[in-house]
């Protein structure tokens, strides 16, 4: 009895050091940026069990300074640097890797209007700039004869400085209308030809806006326009097909782009070459990657054990081979395929 009973007790000790124990290589890692992935990047976050990691959707350009002071783990952003770039510390050497995408879905409140107006790249870019104020402008209505439009001012809202939506949408427009450059990329804020209306720092904040207004416009995520009650428009693609957005829609669309290869000391490396002129049948044309800003090893560091960074690699890692193509249809984000996962993944494993 007694050896059955040391037996026991043995046994137990066991199960509770296991549940008060933690693995040694556990860590707790913390991430800002892009508020266009914050759906995504939330729902990886919540269902990953291996380390700690929290995320908080601030914007991109907060995502990449904050990444460049060595104030997180890593970064997220939907463009890469173009300037201030880690020089010291401990992401000095790092690496920008895509991890997914998604559209960019126009959304509105125009009412008496469900979803589906039809727009193009033209009409968006009046709008922003204020060369079309009315939802009854002719060019709207031309394209929507069908639809009882309002005869009410257009309530533009759009995405504040440093916001990696806005420089994708700002690079959509040069290409495929012209007379958007960087002295008037949205980026930079509004007026002197640039973009008209009313500014919000994140893509939560600007979809509660249209949501809470009558006859607004604005641009963020399928993720919050999926979740906010606006109506979500349709946006003529390089092949003059009318295309709501959507994760099969923006797939389409994101597997016909090329990746750069990945070198050490180009800042562009590793990231996604976007023609928005690109021809792709059904494909909706404002799909836009979002960028992981990691630390890279070099030489022997490899072998290191500083636990967050391994938590940094193993997250990624979670989130391009498990969560994303998992979560992320439902979501309104779509995963990356083909060559590029591949190389993608070349780049995680560089991660240290």
């Known amino acids: 009895m007694r ?40 729902a990886c976050t919540a269902a990953y069990t291996t380390h700690s990691v929290s995320y908080t959707s601030t914007g991109s350009g907060t995502g990449r300074t904050e990444f460049a002071a060595g104030n997180i783990d890593f970064g997220a952003s939907d463009v890469p640097y173009t300037s201030g770039f880690p020089t010291t510390g401990k992401n000095a050497r790092y690496l920008t890797i895509p991890l997914f995408g998604g559209p960019v879905a126009f959304a509105y409140s125009a009412v008496g209007v469900n979803d589906g107006l039809n727009l193009t790249p033209e009409i968006i870019s009046g709008i922003l700039k204020g060369t079309i104020t009315r939802w009854d402008d002719a060019a709207i209505k031309t394209l929507n004869p069908k639809l009882k439009l309002p005869k009410k001012t257009i309530k533009v809202a759009y995405r504040a400085s440093g916001s990696g939506t806005n420089s994708n949408l700002t690079e959509y427009l040069r290409q495929t209308v012209g007379g958007w450059t960087a002295s008037n990329n949205m980026a930079t804020g509004a007026g002197a030809g640039g973009v008209v209306g009313t500014s919000f720092a994140t893509s939560q904040l600007l979809a509660g806006y249209i949501e809470d207004n009558s006859n607004a416009f604005g641009y963020f995520d399928l993720s919050d326009a ?127």
């Open 3 to 42: 050896n059955k009973l040391a037996t026991i007790a043995a046994a137990a000790a066991v199960v509770a050091g296991l549940l008060v124990s933690t693995p040694a290589y556990a860590a707790s890692i913390s991430a800002k940026g892009s508020s266009f992935a914050n759906g995504m990047l939330q």
């Open 226 to 352: 999926i979740s906010a009650d606006v109506a979500i428009a349709k946006l003529r693609n390089a092949a003059g097909a009318f295309v709501a957005p959507s994760s099969s829609a923006a797939g389409r669309f994101l597997s016909a782009q090329s990746i750069r290869p990945a070198s050490e000391g180009d800042a562009l490396g590793g990231t996604l070459n976007m023609d928005f002129t690109k021809v792709v049948s059904g494909a909706y044309q404002l799909t836009i990657p979002v960028y992981a800003l990691a630390p890279r090893y070099t030489g022997s560091e490899r072998t290191s054990t500083d636990a967050s960074k391994i938590a940094v690699r193993d997250f990624l890692n979670y989130v391009v081979k498990t969560c994303v193509p998992a979560k992320a249809a439902s979501l309104g984000y779509v995963p990356v395929g083909g060559a590029v996962r591949t190389a993608v993944l070349k780049q995680i494993a560089l991660v240290g």
